[in-house]
């Protein structure tokens, strides 16, 4: 089922430039990357450094997979229960940054998401990006009720 306002969220102008604002911040990381991974990769040989960036992002992929897994499962239990806990909703996002930046191959990302992969810290960056996006979490947990 498709939620119109969402849709209308979506396509207006001044919530499309706040997503790109968000993906240009989230685009700087990986450009310092490149730079620090040819640094690198002249020290210690370019095969032996992409296998460690290999073996990195799988692992990330891993860890990434059993925080959103955990997150969600503590989200639907809470929704099962008709339990509304914002701080469950608002750790998503922050669980979703920390994701793609343990997935992406670099240093610099993988820095950054350890650092934010403190729950504390997750939590107050999943507020940050909620606000931001403006997200209602509270009006998805009703919709999520009323559909279940």
């Known amino acids: 089922m498709l939620n119109i306002k969402v849709l209308y969220d979506i396509l207006n102008p001044e919530n499309t430039v ?8 989230a685009a700087l ?6 730079y620090l991974i040819i640094l690198l990769a002249t020290l ?3 095969y032996l450094f992409m296998a460690i960036l290999f073996v990195l992002s799988i692992l990330g992929f891993y860890m990434a997979r059993h925080m959103i897994k955990k997150n969600l499962r503590i989200i639907r239990n809470n929704t099962e ?3 509304y806990s914002e701080y469950y909703y608002f750790l998503f996002p922050g669980t979703v940054l920390v994701s793609i930046f343990l997935i992406m191959p670099g ?3 993988k820095a950054v998401a350890l650092i934010v992969s403190i729950p504390e810290i997750r939590h107050r960056c999943g507020k940050l990006i909620s606000r931001f996006l ?3 979490w509270k009006e998805i947990h009703e919709f999520i009720n009323v559909i279940e």
């Open 18 to 25: 706040r997503y790109l604002y968000f993906l240009l911040l």
């Open 29 to 34: 990381i990986p450009l310092l990357d490149c």
């Open 44 to 46: 210690t040989g370019k």
């Open 81 to 83: 229960n008709h339990y």
């Open 107 to 109: 240093i610099i990302g």
């Open 134 to 136: 403006r997200i209602e």
